[in-house]
């Protein structure tokens, strides 16, 4: 068995009689999730993903927003910001 660079072994595994294998050696855990690529060999690459709501998607895909959110997070850790007081009055139909 041939060693990729940047991989070390971490077992042998058999696949059971619903062709499931159990990858617990490799430190998976229950609910994690991967993509999964195979070459031409029949080699099988997982590739670890995390799943993200719908709704911040925007934050991943756009740069300026994602800088500036970081710089806000960034304040507020500092203590650099100022309160403007409770939005609990105002609606989505309020704002323009």
Same mark, same amino acid.
């Given at each position: 068995? +041939?060693?990729?660079?940047? #991989?070390?072994? !971490? %077992?042998?595994?058999?696949? $059971?009689? +619903?062709?499931?294998?159990? #990858?617990?050696? !490799? %430190?998976?855990?229950?609910? $994690?999730?991967?993509?999964?690529?195979?070459?031409?060999?029949?080699?099988?690459?997982?590739?670890?993903?995390?799943?993200?709501?719908?709704?911040?998607?925007?934050?991943?895909?756009?740069?300026?927003?994602?800088?500036?959110?970081?710089?806000?997070?960034?304040?507020?850790?500092?203590?650099?910001?100022?309160?403007?007081?409770?939005?609990?009055?105002?609606?989505?139909?309020?704002?323009?």
């Amino acid at each position: 068995m +041939r060693q990729h660079e940047g #991989f070390a072994p !971490a %077992g042998e595994v058999v696949a $059971d009689e +619903r062709a499931r294998i159990a #990858f617990g050696k !490799a %430190g998976v855990r229950r609910d $994690d999730r991967y993509a999964v690529a195979i070459n031409d060999e029949g080699e099988i690459l997982l590739t670890p993903l995390v799943s993200i709501p719908r709704r911040e998607l925007f934050i991943w895909e756009n740069e300026l927003a994602r800088e500036e959110l970081g710089e806000g997070l960034r304040q507020s850790a500092a203590d650099e910001t100022t309160s403007l007081g409770s939005f609990s009055d105002t609606t989505a139909d309020e704002v323009e």
